[in-house]
C-alpha cells in the first residue's frame, strides 16, 4: 500500500500543475499544443514556416524547451512573434511546473496560439501532460516506419501525427501505410498528416487543420 | 536531477505495463475500454444492460475492479458472459499490472470485447492507463453539473461522457449544457451521450457508439 501511495502522489504533483497551467488556457481562450518529436525531425522548421503562414491571422507565441541552448528560440524570434526558451538544465522533457513559471513572459491574454516546443526525444515527453489541448508529433521519413512500434506511448497520446520530410520518401524504404497502420494500432483516431516543411507541400493542410482546433476552442 | 529521475521511472512502471497489455489487446484484435465513475453512477446496471443488448453480436468479457467484494463480477456473470473480479486490497484505482495478472482469466483469443469497469472514483482511475483503447466515463445527473470543473482530469482524459440518469433530469437542476460546456473545455473532442441505463433512453445511441469503435478496431 505504501508504495502505491507514493506513486499516485508523484504522479499527481505534474497533473495538478498540468490542470492549473490548463485552467490559464481556457480562461483565456487559447489554443495550446505540445509539439514533440525525436531530435532532427524538423519541429523548429515547421513551426517557422507554421507562424509565417499564420502570424496575420493569430496572435502566435512558442515556448522552447531545450537541455541548454536558445538556438530555437533565437529562430523562431526572428520571424516576429514572441518566442521564449526553457532551458531544462538536462532533464530530457518539459514538465508542467517548468512551463507555468514562463506563462507570464507570453502574456496570454493576448495570443490565440500557444505553441510549446518540447526536448527533442520520443519517449519521456510523452508521459508528461503540460495542460495542452492537444499533443502533436512529427516524425521525420529518415527515421523509418518501424518508430511507432519502437515508441508506442508517444504515438499513443497523440492527436496528431505530422509525417515530416516527404520530399525524401523516393529516396528512402519508408513506408507510410504502414506507419499509418501501426500508429493507429495504439490509437485508433489519430489524425494523419504527411507533409514537408522545406517544400511546402502538405503544409495547406496541417493550417487547415490547426484553425479548426483553434475554431473548437472558441466556439466554447 | 535525481527527483525528476525517479518520477519518471515511477511512471514509466505503469506505463509499461500498461503498453504490453495494450500488445495483447491488439495481437487479439480485442476493443477494450476502461469505464469509470464516483460510486452509485450506475456503471454496473449500464453494462448488464448493455451485455444484454450486445452479447449475441459480440463476445464481451467484463474485468471487474473493486475495493474488495464480488458482487459486481457476480450481478455481471449472471448475464451470460465472463466477469472476472479484481480485488484491489484497498487501492482507490486499478492499474495496469492488476489488469495485466487476470487476463489469461478473459482468454482474449475468444473476444471482441473486454469491459474493464474500475473502481468508484472520479480521481486516481484517470492517471493510470491499463492499456484500454478509450476510457470512458460515466456522470449521474444525480452528482450534479459542477463535477466537471471539480474532477477535471477525469474529463480531460474520456473519449466520452455518458450522463446517466437522465430520467431523473426534471427531480433535479441538473444543467446538460452547462455539464458538456464545462467538461469540453478540458476535452474539446469529448463525445457526449445523455442515457439512461433504467428506462434504457439513449442506450440504442451508446451501442452504436460501441459498434462503430469496434469496427474501428477490426478495420485495420
Not at 1 to 14: F, G, R, S, W
Not at 19 to 39: C, D, I, K, Q, W
Not at 122 to 143: N, Q, R, Y
Not at 181 to 198: C, F, I, K, Q, T
Amino acid at each position: 500500500m505504501h508504495e502505491i501511495a507514493v506513486k499516485t502522489d508523484l504522479l499527481h504533483d505534474n497533473d495538478d500543475a498540468a490542470h492549473h497551467n490548463r485552467e490559464h488556457f481556457v480562461e483565456h481562450g487559447v489554443y495550446v499544443f505540445n509539439l514533440m518529436s525525436a531530435p532532427g525531425a524538423g519541429k523548429t522548421t515547421l513551426l517557422e514556416r507554421t507562424v509565417d503562414a499564420l502570424k496575420e491571422r493569430y496572435r502566435i507565441a512558442v515556448i522552447e524547451g531545450d537541455l541548454q541552448t536558445s538556438q530555437d528560440a533565437d529562430r523562431i524570434a526572428k520571424h516576429g512573434v514572441k518566442a521564449v526558451q526553457i532551458n531544462t538544465g538536462g532533464a530530457c522533457h518539459l514538465d508542467a511546473r517548468m512551463v507555468h513559471k514562463h506563462l507570464d513572459a507570453v502574456d496570454l491574454a493576448d495570443l490565440d496560439i500557444l505553441v510549446i516546443e518540447n526536448v527533442g526525444n520520443l519517449v519521456c515527453p510523452a508521459e508528461f501532460d503540460l495542460g495542452e489541448h492537444d499533443k502533436i508529433m512529427v516524425l521525420s521519413v529518415t527515421e523509418g516506419h518501424d518508430k511507432p512500434l519502437k515508441y508506442p506511448v508517444m504515438f499513443h497520446v497523440a492527436k496528431a501525427m505530422l509525417v515530416n520530410k516527404i520530399d525524401l520518401i523516393p529516396h528512402t524504404d519508408f513506408d507510410l501505410a504502414k506507419a499509418t497502420h501501426d500508429a493507429r494500432a495504439y490509437n485508433l483516431d489519430l489524425d494523419v498528416l504527411p507533409l514537408s516543411a522545406r517544400t511546402g507541400e502538405g503544409m495547406e493542410a496541417w493550417y487547415r487543420w490547426l484553425e479548426a482546433r483553434v475554431a473548437k476552442v472558441r466556439q466554447r
